[in-house]
């Protein structure tokens, strides 16, 4: 069966320091992966997805990048994380009849 | 512009006491609508797929209706697990992206 890991859980970063989210899939080729963010009480807002190996396409702009180096792996990250980065930040990858099927999330603290 | 928009925001129920959540969204052609429970800290955890007007879902107390314009989530005689943020997302068919509305919290009280 296909399961989507994605950690850390938890994480309280400064202003101004480096991010990297990772997220992989297992047992399915090549899925198209989304990144998600859900800020307290709204709903989710795609950032980023890929449909293949080094493809990405950017929702919004923003302070964030994406990157897929393997095909069941989709990295988000950041050189310079500002306050407004804050959020809960959710990997998905798309099935067939289930729309998306995500992963537990990591809820991310700019202090 | 695909929209989805979601009501009650908040809803409190005494357990037992059935009800509904609406969402409503425009597309530019529908793949599919989907429903999504999320709890606390938690990722969305995936209830319904709608496809066409008139098609009804089943899952215990939870029974997901779709027109043409909205879909809703009925629920019957809540208990107080059934508490819980719950998602609606349209998928488009020309994007295939998930367009997300904003959420209901349902909270039910024993």
């Known amino acids: 069966s296909q399961t989507i890991h994605q950690w850390p859980a938890t994480l309280v970063q400064p202003v101004g320091s480096p991010l990297s989210l990772e997220c992989t899939v297992e047992?399915?080729?090549?899925?198209?992966l989304y990144w998600y963010r859900q800020a307290a009480g709204r709903g989710l807002q795609l950032l980023f997805y890929s449909v293949g190996i080094g493809q990405i396409s950017s929702e919004v702009p923003q302070n964030l990048s994406a990157s897929r180096p393997q095909d069941r792996q989709f990295i988000l990250s950041s050189k310079k994380l500002l306050l407004s980065d804050s959020g809960f930040y959710l990997c998905?990858?798309?099935?067939?009849?289930?729309?998306?099927?995500f992963g537990s999330g990591t809820r991310l603290t700019v202090v | 512009e695909d929209q989805v928009t979601q009501s009650p925001e908040a809803l409190r129920l005494q357990e037992g006491e059935s009800s509904s959540l609406n969402c409503s969204y425009t597309?530019?052609?529908?793949?599919?609508l989907f429903w999504y429970r999320q709890d606390p800290g938690k990722g969305p955890e995936f209830l319904f797929t709608?496809?066409?007007a008139g098609e009804e879902k089943e899952k215990e107390r939870l029974k997901a209706t779709l027109t043409k314009k909205e879909s809703f989530l009925h629920i019957t005689a809540p208990k107080p697990e059934d508490s819980a943020t719950y998602l609606c997302a349209v998928q488009a068919s020309n994007t295939g992206k998930l367009i997300f509305g904003q959420g209901t919290t349902l909270q039910v009280k024993p």
């Open positions: 709608l496809y066409s």
């Open positions: 047992g399915t080729s090549n899925p198209n």
């Open positions: 998905a990858w798309s099935g067939t009849s289930y729309g998306y099927t």
């Open positions: 597309v530019s052609g529908l793949r599919g």
